[in-house]
Nanobody, 118 residues
Framework: QVQLVESGGGLVQPGGSLRLSCAAS????????MGWYRQAPGKQRELVAT???????DYADSVKGRFTVSRDNIKNTVYLQMDSLKPEDTAVYYC????????????WGQGTPVTVSS
């Protein structure tokens, strides 16, 4: 059974930091490209950051220079370090695992909420 379990969300003041984690089980983690997405109320889900199986990273323009994605293939975990948070970063953050060879094999976590507010 495949599980992606996010953690680390919460309430933070503008300018603060949070670190999200996504622990994967039931997959060969090293074969998957991992991504973080977010969905704000009333908006579509959007891509935030990705890290390939080779640890190549990419970011949405809105978070470049503030967020850092990384992975630990021993712990089967992907992280999203979020610094200099802004109110517009408020959303539910979702972890995604997409197979690097068979991209139709695709899994999602349940999401963790992040609220940036004073």
């Amino acid at each position: 059974q495949v599980q992606l379990v996010e953690s680390g969300g919460g309430l933070v003041q503008p300018g603060g930091s949070l670190r999200l984690s996504c622990a994967a089980s039931g997959i060969t983690f090293s074969m998957y490209n991992m991504g973080w997405y977010r969905q704000a109320p009333g908006k579509q889900r959007e891509l935030v950051a990705t890290v390939t199986r080779y640890s190549t990273t990419d970011y949405a323009d809105s978070v470049k220079g503030r967020f850092t994605v990384s992975r630990d293939n021993i712990k089967n975990t992907v992280y999203l370090q979020m610094d200099s948070l802004k109110p517009e970063d408020t959303a539910v953050y979702y972890c995604n695992a997409r197979h690097s060879v068979y991209p139709q094999i695709d899994y999602w976590g349940q999401g963790t909420p992040v609220t940036v507010s004073s």
